[in-house]
């Protein structure tokens, strides 16, 4: 419960929505369909305002679902979070990515959810195809010279890259494919170079960093 509260506060949630979070968790039979959309929206507009809050919005979603499942209730939240991120994600593709900061907020979020969202101690397959082809945009060479969307995708692959790796060999292949291009682009800054590098290094290395590798990238 200390946790909860500790995420509620990372997202400086109103009084509001901190009972109707609480509520979702301790008592989901008492939510009623509108609440639980509610919730969803709350903790969706929380999870892509901010990158540094995806994680947190991410593992309460996680709480809410997870309290579903245990007292056999209608996955509503669940059904409620997953409609929210497709609309959010369908409009991005529709309008060819033109808001950056908004879709990497987007698919920080998206692949917070597949990380900590487990079903059977599985992620949600439903979100594999997604996330991977989220993350295939961000290899693209027109990302090579910003930092953001470099980090952001390196980030991901740090969190989920060995998953996506074992469900998607081939589709992770690509992407390793395309991030060599960008590396090798003239466009790409050092500071890039060096976020593709580490995230190369950790796959070869079987998603593992050598300490020797960690030492240079974290003690340098």
Known sequence: MEEIKMLMENLHLSKA?????????NKPQ????????????????KG??????????AQLCSEVCHAETLRNEDKLFRSF????LQAKYKKHVASDYVDEESWL???????????????????????LNPVISALLTLAEPKYAKNEKAIQCLVRQLQFIGEDLDRLNKKKIDQLFEKLDICFLSCESTQLS???????IELRCGGWKLSQSAFDYYYKN
């Open 81 to 84: 979070l997953l409609t929210n």
């Open 105 to 127: 907020h987007l698919v920080g979020f998206l692949c917070a959810i597949f990380d900590l969202l487990r079903v059977n101690n599985m992620p949600l397959m439903a979100l």
């Open 30 to 45: 008492e939510m009623e369909q509108e609440q639980l959309e509610k919730l969803s929206n709350i903790l969706v507009a």
């Open 17 to 25: 929505a901190s009972n109707l979070l609480m509520t979702g968790i």
């Open 48 to 57: 892509t305002s901010v990158v540094k809050l995806d994680r947190s919005a």
């Open 193 to 199: 170079r060096l976020f593709m590098l580490e995230i």
